[in-house]
Every structure is written in structure tokens, then in C-alpha cells.
């Protein structure tokens, strides 16, 4: 399979309602759900560009997409491609955004899914360059490539679709957790401003609230002595296979955008929920 890099200026489901053409931006997209969005997404017809700090594994994950899709036995002519960026850079966001509408003609879905997880430990022991890095990955990264949608989809006139990785975090915390935490609450209030901004401009926008999917964050929480609960003890928690929170991106991705699916809570049903944390 060809290598699927796009050149940067910077830096077996089945699906109702193929998209016949569209272009979908996944951030994150080299490992964990991201990756498996991206996977889903190209299954059902999108074109699809995953963006990454690592090339290796950005080259990785697009073969493995592409090989998918191959495997899958339909005729779907979708492009896979990656570039390589930081989406906590300013100029690195603008240079993906104007790269994929270059190759591709326009940009109709956006998936803000690149994040951290700093280790869990009291406020008073927190490092600034670690809550630093918690806001800077999991808030102002997805206002960047929010800013950079809306731009292109507002001067396209067609609109489009933007969809904000969240949390069980943006609503009810972990201990120990207030970097994460606040990033995360962060990204509802941007999800529900750019919601009534994007209205005009037929910009929808959702917010996929993802409970323990199985990754290499939440690797912790079935081994070890597994994660910090609201008594003080630790636990193991139940975890999810993170394919259903990327069929439930598609699930966003297919709705016409004049319905919006503003918040969506996807969780393995024996975690510690959304009505606490004990």
C-alpha cells in the first residue's frame, strides 16, 4: 500500500449514507480513537486526513486505514491521507487546513480528538508546565482547528461539521485531576459558543463525551492498582472497546446539518458515571 503522506507547508461496518466525496480532518489520528474514527469515517466513504506530531505512526495508521478499506470489499474510492503537525501551533494549524482544502476542494467535517491526561496528583504538587500542557492540547488546540473550520467552511457558503472530544470530565471530575478536569469543562463552553455562533453559517457543532474507551491513556485502569476513586481507594475500572466511540463520530458525521447532535455520552456501562464518581 502507498504511502499516504500529504506533502504539509508547515511542519467491516456497513453505512447507510456514503458521503460521496466529503473530507473529514481527524486530529490525533495516529493511535486510539482517533485512529479508529478515521478508520470508520474512510469505511463509510469518507476521504479522510489524520494529523499527528509522529510520522511513523501517522504513516502506520494511514496504511492500516487505507488496508481497511481495501479489505472491506466495497468499492470505495476515498482518500487517506496524513500530515504531519502540531495542533497546539498556530501556524502548523493553519498550514493543514490550507493543505487539505488544496488537495481536496474543501473540508466538511473537522474531529478536535488530539489530548493529554497529566498524571493525577493535588493541585499542590501540580507542575505549571503540566497544566500548561493539558490546556494547551485539550483546549486551545481545538480552538485553533476550530477557528481554522469555521474560516473555511463560512468562505465555502456550504457550512459543515465540527465535533469536540469531550469528556465524563467536562462534566464531573476526577480526583485529583484539575488540569484535565478544566480543560475539559473548557471545551463545553467553546462547544456551546461556537453552537450559536455556527447557526448562521450552517456550521453545526457536537460534543462526543467518551467514558474508559480502551487506549493507551486509559491503559492504567485495568492494571496495576488502577485509578484513584472519590473514597481514596484505588480500583480497576471497566473499560470499552473505543470502536463504539468511533461509530458513534460516523453516527455525528451522517446526520444533514440542519440536525445537530449538540452532546453525546458514550461510557462503558460499569465506570463510575455521570451522576458522580463513586
Known sequence: MADPKMTSSGAATTY?????GKTAIVTGG??????????HLALAGWNVVITGRREERLKAAGIEIQDAVQDSGKDRKVKVAYIVGDV???????????DVLSANGQIDLVFCNAGVSPPS??????????????????????????????R??????????????GSISAHVPRPDSCAYTASKHGLTGLTKSLALDGRAFNISLSQLDIGNAASDMTARMTSGPGVK???GSMRHEAVMD?????REVVSIAELPLEVSKLWVVIQATGMPSMVGRG
Open 229 to 231: 476513586q472519590a473514597d
Open 30 to 39: 495516529s493511535s486510539g480513537i482517533g485512529k479508529s474514527s478515521a478508520k
Open 242 to 246: 473505543r470502536e463504539f466511540a468511533a
Open 152 to 165: 473555511k467552511m463560512k468562505k465555502s457558503g456550504k457550512g459543515g461539521r465540527i465535533i469536540i472530544n
Open 16 to 20: 447507510s449514507y456514503p458521503p460521496q
Open 88 to 98: 497546539t501551533k498556530e501556524q502548523d494549524v493553519v498550514n493543514l487546513f490550507d
Open 121 to 150: 496528583v493535588p493541585i499542590d504538587e501540580l507542575p505549571l508546565d503540566q497544566w500548561k500542557a493539558a490546556v494547551d492540547t485539550n483546549l486551545t488546540a481545538s480552538f485553533l482547528c476550530a477557528r481554522e473550520a469555521f
